[in-house]
């Protein structure tokens, strides 16, 4: 996208996002104007007499990238920059799968790493405990139903040593058809996103993405 080509001829593209996350998009849109107009009193080639000609050509650049923010507005830019920020949280983010069955924990991970996600993947709760220590995973997708330690034990655990990791469980609608409403109830209590078998790949991406971004 040319704003993106536009901060970073800047140079402030990733103290952009930073700040968007720190403090804000309107903080950082503000930021990137002011940075804009430094620049370009720094390019004049009144400042620059022994090297005019190419003070005038990156001036004349920097009033065009000028012009392009300028037409689209401050609240333009903080909305993109706002946008940008989310997917570049989220782009190559580290997510463990937990899952017993083999050909459901192939179908998950293939479709995962499909949308850019680097996954590793167990097929039980003391296996996805040592797959957490190794891959230091920013999310956890995990069955309730696993061998040795059930999926709720196993959030717990990885909690307990990683207040900051995202969890999402998974369970069986045929499997947990009485007590399912329970399950959730318990999961969502523990601040866990939920999703009941068989899903959609999209419903389990939004509360992806959601568990990432927040």
């Given at each position: 996208m040319q704003w993106d080509r536009d901060l970073i001829y800047l140079g402030v593209y990733d103290?952009?996002?930073?700040?968007?996350?720190?403090?804000?998009?309107?903080?950082?849109a503000r930021f990137v104007r002011s940075s804009i107009r430094l620049l370009i009193k720094s390019y004049h080639p009144d400042a620059n007499p022994q090297c005019a000609g190419a003070a005038k050509e990156g001036m004349l650049c920097l009033n065009r990238i000028k012009e392009r923010f300028d037409l689209a507005g401050e609240e333009a830019l903080a909305t993109y920059l706002a946008g940008r920020a989310q997917t570049c949280a989220v782009a190559d983010a580290r997510i463990l799968l937990v899952e017993p069955d083999g050909e459901l924990r192939e179908r998950?991970?293939?479709?995962?790493r499909n949308e850019g996600f680097m996954v590793r993947t167990a097929s039980n709760g003391v296996q996805?405990?040592?797959?957490?220590?190794?891959?230091?995973?920013?999310?956890v997708i995990?069955?309730?139903?696993?061998?040795?330690?059930?999926?709720l034990s196993l959030a717990a655990e990885l909690n307990a040593k990683?207040?900051?990791?995202?969890?999402?469980?998974?369970?069986?609608r045929q499997n947990h058809k009485p007590d399912?409403?329970?399950?959730?109830?318990?999961a969502e209590a523990s601040g866990y996103g939920f999703i009941e078998k068989p899903f959609k790949p999209s419903q389990l991406y939004n509360l992806v993405y959601t568990g990432l971004s927040t």
């Open positions: 103290k952009a996002l930073g700040m968007t996350r720190d403090l804000g998009p309107r903080a950082a998950f991970e293939e479709g995962l996805g405990m040592l797959e957490h220590f190794a891959f230091r995973p920013m999310l995990t069955e309730f139903d696993l061998p040795l330690m059930d999926g990683d207040p900051e990791i995202g969890v999402i469980i998974m369970c069986s399912g409403p329970k399950l959730q109830a318990r």
